[in-house]
């Protein structure tokens, strides 16, 4: 946890719900369908008592804290705790629009992915697949992410968008941005292969994944999902990818998702997490907007030209959708909320390391020069392009070291 101020616990401080209280708390967020398999349908109606029932008793103790780090255990996994009511709040403030809520595994994954490599990747692996012919706007947000954020990125959309492409090695890249379908039961990605709709599951990333990324993007329905036996690993397909694809961070949902929201919130995100910006304020910021916008916000960003320019490199499928949305949005009031329910705008999750920066989006990039001393910080200069930075990154190479013992880090000393 980050905190303003003098915050009122120790970071060291951990705080547990009963097992009463969790249960209250889910019981209130959905109920089961009869069925076969008794799916869950979220009351979102419900969300102010369930807010009430986690955060009122907590709120001294966390309210202070700009970030929150949450590793959920069992069911409360499926809990969206960025969308919950702040307890005393205006009337609309949501825990995730003023603070960086993260999604964890457990604790101790924090420490594994900020022990990852040190070398940041490069590049942008973007794959679209609108597998029936119903999502075409999942290749616009794959194209127009490469077009603002990465020129130099691969994207392969529609038939291109297999499977495969995942499985074969490459070298590690910045991003990995998958935009498809996504099913429940069982937890899986929709991609390509053999001519027909592949799922990806959880089983086959353990096995076969080949690629390596910093930050991944899963845009689709039920991303972040478990089973309710599988509840105690956390977020099924979406864990799995995070430790088997060695990134710091990945962005998922945890329901369905329409099309023209996602392809909003993963544009407002990529490109509000530039210049080093970590991608958890940006997650914030981009989660918050997508909550206020309005109908104007919308009108404007579909004629946009660059959105305009993305959709004349696809399909006509993709260009009769803008088109259409554009048509339906001219009919409503500019001033009047875009996506007021929490069912369009809160799907949306991070989970892993909120401090996760995007270095690639640095054109210069290529003539920086990382210069390492044997000091206590770690200078950034540049040979071309990237004025110096005055500001000392908060670490050094080599510094510190893990004691197993007192089970903190320490400074090691140099002989």
Excluded at 15 to 38: F, V
Excluded at 260 to 288: C, I, N, V
Aim: proline content about 7%; charged content about 20%.
């Amino acid at each position: 946890m980050g905190s303003p101020g003098k915050p009122p616990t120790k970071p060291t401080d951990v705080i547990t719900l009963s097992r009463e209280l969790a249960d209250q708390a889910l019981a209130t967020l959905w109920h089961h369908q009869a069925g076969p398999h008794g799916d869950r349908m979220y009351q979102f109606d419900q969300l102010h008592p369930l807010g009430r029932v986690l955060l009122e008793p907590l709120w001294n103790h966390i309210g202070a804290y700009r970030s929150l780090l949450i590793s959920p255990h069992r069911h409360l996994s499926w809990v969206p705790f960025w969308t919950l009511p702040v307890p005393g709040g205006q009337d609309g403030a949501r825990l995730g629009f003023d603070k960086v809520v993260t999604m964890l595994p457990s604790a101790g994954v924090l420490v594994h992915l900020r022990g990852g490599p040190e070398t940041p990747g490069r590049g942008y692996l973007g794959v679209g697949v609108d597998g029936d012919g119903k999502i075409p706007l999942v290749e616009l947000e794959v194209q127009l992410a490469k077009n603002r954020c990465f020129p130099q990125g691969v994207v392969r959309l529609g038939g291109e968008g297999t499977i495969a492409v995942l499985l074969e090695p490459r070298p590690r890249l910045a991003v990995l941005h998958i935009c498809s379908h996504g099913t429940e039961d069982p937890p899986t990605l929709v991609l390509w292969g053999d001519g027909r709709p592949a799922y990806l599951s959880p089983d086959e990333v353990q096995q076969g994944l080949g690629v390596r990324a910093d930050v991944i993007v899963l845009s689709g329905c039920f991303t972040g999902q478990v089973k309710l036996e599988e509840a105690a690993e956390f977020m099924g397909t979406a864990r799995g990818l995070l430790l088997k694809a060695g990134a710091r961070a990945l962005v998922g949902t945890l329901w369905a998702c329409g099309e023209l929201e996602t392809t909003l919130f993963t544009d407002r995100l990529l490109q509000g997490s530039r210049g080093y910006k970590p991608l958890g304020e940006a997650m914030r910021s981009a989660t918050a907007w997508l909550a206020t916008c309005t109908v104007g916000d919308v009108s404007a960003w579909l004629n946009d030209p660059e959105v305009e320019t993305a959709a004349g490199q696809l399909g006509p499928a993709c260009r009769r959708r803008l088109a259409a949305y554009r048509l339906g949005f001219a009919d409503l009031d500019p001033s009047r909320a875009a996506f007021p329910s929490v069912q369009r705008w809160g799907p949306f999750f991070l989970l892993g390391d909120p401090e996760t920066t995007l270095e690639s989006h640095i054109k210069s990039l290529p003539g920086a020069v990382f210069t390492f001393r044997h000091s206590r910080d770690w200078r950034l200069a540049a040979s071309s392009g990237l004025p110096a930075r005055k500001k000392a990154i908060s670490a050094w190479m080599g510094s510190v070291s893990w004691n197993s013992s007192t089970r903190r880090w320490e400074k090691r000393r140099w002989k």
